[in-house]
């Protein structure tokens, strides 16, 4: 699960920082607004005011809070996101071109003075993909850029670089920056005051040589200036006592003076009311309090960045500012709008419209400044806005709370964000799931959440408090925390859109891996916690792939991988098939859904395309020839007792549907067919101790956590002492940070480890497994929405992250649940 982007791996290993304590961290990184690919807002430091608030995907997206108290400011939420004039432009700002060689050139090509009339001229970007202006294939590129500079006294410089892989830089004649490994965005590398003084008044020279060693091809870059922050010398830091991360709220507790502020994050994601869910709006709360027994003039600014409207900072956004009858808004979005124009993984929206709301009794004032401008505006009394057309705009909001005493005042501002159309489905834009008639607007969502406000919170708290309790009951606290920080993340890597043909759609995105749209070998490590809380939910990551099956668009015998790259769904465009994997996965889950409804109306339904997916398993499944499974970034495997294992446990749970379904014959026919199995699984690999990674294949390992689902679904297949002698073996191979995937590396993915934990009979065994994935999440250096592709040695992340796979950390609670309906 999958495909990872190498660019992906190196953006992670960017983001990574020094460990923290344990006992002061919440969370890798901590949910703020969540509610789809593209509005998922989060921290990634342990204190709020330690960093800007970031996509998942790491691109800046400021959300900044000042609070001021008897007219002294702190800043309590993000931090002003750097700024940067342009000395030379990178293609991201404007079209430029070079001097280039694909052929090793003379030792002194990186020479101001060097002759280099005999290279092509060609446009940046360079690269392999389809977004490049000059295709570069081989193994080096050499290029030279030669631009005029007038002598200025500059703040910082810094190179503006984003190459795939190795890179060496030259600023006339002097090596400026070399790096090994590749980036999959612009990054920022600021330069020393030497470098600085190497630029000339007049002719300069940038040189580059990039190296291709694996994967892509890319190269871009520019010089820019670091512009100082001038209103920060203004602003006290807030002092943060605690943060609480909750199911559905983020809430942190600050002291600013003599006033105590609470500030709480609620994305209202209940699952039990769809349009709840489907509603695109986000809570900040802030309750204000003194805490030295005297009485303050208190006011707090939320000023929310227009980057969060568009795929990169360059592009241009206009915003307005206007009322309702109950609300005061301020909107933004891009000019262009470029409505489903962009498929792929490390991307942003920008189409549709982000909104701050606030409720017009709070007395507030909105303007709209420079994003640079927000807290200088605030700190000097301005209301007035400066801007309505440009980059990086701030919308402004200053809700004042009078003159707060020993009684608590609470005041809230929303975010929401309109996508107008949220997914392409073969061919078809379909509307978010909140307007899917066309006839409902914004504007009536954000005062539906304004008039809720009260009783939605109260549901929130409530339901925090029943998973919280639940999944200790579960699984310890430790296994709590984990299902926590599982619940928003999985929620949020999804959108609720209903297809043409009137079925529910929960859509996922393969977030940081390779951005496939409805991938099944997600949806399968995902389905738990939608099994605990929605079967309406499963069915809506299911329902696309059975449409795409039984229309004939997809007409193999086996099912398809993914219905395209998100946020198009206009079929599968992963390059190779898992057929035991899909087809496995997509009955496993059928069957899961029907015990879990208590009926099998579910299964009735694509009872024929289920037919032909088993029949393969029964052909093909058991002893599975060289093809990929869910853990592909391991590589192709032949005869893989896991994957033989869930084939096994696919074709049981066909027979298992067939007896609810009243055909006795078929389930018997099915049923012996899996036991058989089970008895030629055990002897085929079988090694002592344990069973191997392949058949026959002695010496090796691997979990299986394929047979969770014989336990989860009392499908009785595999003796005990499988389970047994397996929990036994894996306790023996754990390292730090938890147990390996297989004998072949020491990485791990933890969802499937919460899936082996589960086989564990005694509450000492599955402790032993699941503790060192809480270590993980606590101390991880990868400062990320959690990621589920880690090291088991150091902690630090492999692949992967802000996934919805994490809610396969509810396998045990659904056991529980499952059990308990016998």
């Known amino acids: 699960m999958k495909k990872i982007s190498f660019r992906s791996i190196a953006f992670a290993c960017l983001l990574s920082a020094g460990v923290a304590h344990a006992q002061d961290r919440k969370a890798p990184s901590y949910p ?73 050139p003379a030792d002194d090509w990186n020479n101001a003075n060097f ?6 001229t060609g446009a940046a970007p360079f690269g392999d993909n389809d977004q490049v202006k000059t295709s570069w294939k081989s193994h080096d590129l050499w290029v030279r850029r030669t631009f005029s500079y007038t002598k200025t006294n500059l703040n910082e410089l810094y190179l503006k670089i984003n190459h795939d892989d190795n890179v060496e830089v030259y600023l006339n004649g002097d090596k400026i920056f070399d790096r090994e490994g590749w980036t999959n965005d612009f990054k920022m590398i600021k330069l020393s005051d030497g470098v600085k003084n190497k630029l000339k008044d007049g002719e300069n020279v940038l040189a580059i040589h990039v190296a291709n060693t694996a994967g892509g091809r890319y190269l871009d870059a520019g010089l820019v200036e670091k512009i100082k922050d001038e209103s920060s010398s203004k602003l006290e830091i807030a002092k943060q006592k605690a943060v609480t991360v909750n199911a559905t709220q983020t809430i942190y507790n600050f002291t600013a003076g003599g006033v105590n502020l609470d500030v709480t994050f609620t994305s209202p994601l209940l699952m039990s009311d769809l349009n709840l869910i489907a509603r695109p709006v986000s809570y900040i709360a802030y309750k204000a309090k003194a805490n030295d027994g005297k009485s303050h003039a208190v006011k707090v600014l939320f000023s929310a960045s227009t980057d969060v409207a568009v795929n990169t900072p360059v592009q241009e956004v206009k915003a307005t500012k206007y009322a309702t009858a109950k609300l005061s808004i301020l909107k933004a979005g891009t000019t262009s709008q470029p409505v489903l124009q962009k498929r792929g993984d490390d991307l942003r929206i920008d189409w549709g419209y982000m909104y701050v709301a606030a409720p017009k009794a709070e007395n507030v004032s909105q303007f709209i400044t420079a994003e640079s401008e927000a807290a200088t505006s605030f700190v000097s009394g301005s209301r007035v806005s400066t801007a309505q057309q440009g980059r990086s705009l701030a919308l402004n909001t200053v809700i004042p709370f009078g003159t707060v005493g020993a009684t608590a005042v609470e005041k809230y501002v929303e975010l929401g964000y309109d996508e107008v159309y949220s997914i392409q489905y073969f061919k078809q834009n379909l509307r978010p799931w909140w307007n899917n008639s066309g006839k409902q607007t914004i504007e009536g969502q954000l005062a539906l959440a304004a008039d809720q406000y009260k009783s939605v919170i109260s549901k929130c708290q409530a339901f925090d408090k029943t998973l919280y309790a639940d999944a200790k009951k579960s699984g310890g606290a430790k296994y709590a925390d984990l299902c926590v920080l599982a619940y928003r993340q999985s929620i949020a890597a999804h959108n609720l859109v209903k297809s043409p043909q009137g079925d529910l759609l929960w859509l996922s995105k393969e977030n940081f891996s390779n951005g496939s749209i409805n991938t099944v070998d997600i949806t399968y490590p995902s389905a738990p916690m939608y ?18 099956s039984e229309s004939g668009k997809f007409p193999k015998d086996w099912a398809a991988h ?3 790259t998100y946020p198009l769904a206009n079929g599968q465009t992963y390059g190779e098939d898992m057929p035991v994997e899909e087809s496995g996965n997509m009955i496993i889950l059928t069957d899961a859904i029907v015990k879990a409804d208590g009926n099998a109306a579910y299964a009735k339904k694509h009872w024929g395309v289920l037919s032909k997916w088993v029949n393969y398993l029964v052909k093909d499944g058991f002893d599975p020839k060289t093809q990929l499974c869910t853990d592909d970034f391991a590589g192709h495997l032949a005869r893989n007792a896991n994957l033989s294992a869930k084939a096994i446990v696919g074709i049981a749970c066909y027979a298992d549907m067939a007896q609810r379904l009243g055909d006795t014959k078929t389930a018997d026919k099915y049923r012996t067919i899996a036991k058989g199995m089970v008895t030629k699984w055990m002897e085929l690999a079988g090694d002592g101790d344990h069973y191997t990674l392949t058949f026959e294949n002695k010496g090796t390992w691997s979990q299986k956590y394929n047979i969770v689902w014989d336990k989860v679904l009392g499908l009785n297949l595999f003796p005990q002492e499988v389970y047994n002698k397996e929990i036994k073996f894996y306790l023996t191979k754990q390292n730090e940070f938890g147990l390996p995937l297989d004998s072949r590396k020491t990485y791990t993915k933890s969802d499937w480890i919460l899936w082996t934990a589960t086989l564990a009979n005694n509450q000492k065994d599955f402790d032993a497994l699941v503790n060192p994935i809480w270590k993980f999440a606590m101390e991880t250096p990868s400062r990320v929405p959690l990621n589920d592709w880690h090291e088991t040695t150091d902690g630090k992340m492999v692949g992967f992250q802000a996934r919805s796979v994490v809610s396969g950390y509810y396998m045990k609670m659904l056991y529980d649940k499952m059990k308990s309906k016998k």
């Open 531 to 548: 099994l605990i809380y929605n079967t309406g939910l499963l069915k809506g990551m299911m329902n696309g792939i059975f449409y795409y």
């Open 562 to 564: 993914d219905l395209g």
């Open 115 to 120: 002759n280099d009339a005999s290279w092509k």
């Open 32 to 104: 703020l607004v969540t509610h789809n690919p593209y509005f998922s807002i989060w921290s990634n430091t342990d204190k709020l005011t330690e960093s800007s608030t970031n996509h998942w995907t790491g691109a800046t997206q400021s959300l900044l809070g000042v609070i001021s108290v008897d007219g002294k400011f702190y800043r309590f939420l993000g931090q002003a996101a750097d700024k940067y004039k342009t000395i030379l432009p990178a293609s991201d700002e404007k079209g430029y071109s070079v001097k280039y060689t694909e052929t090793k």
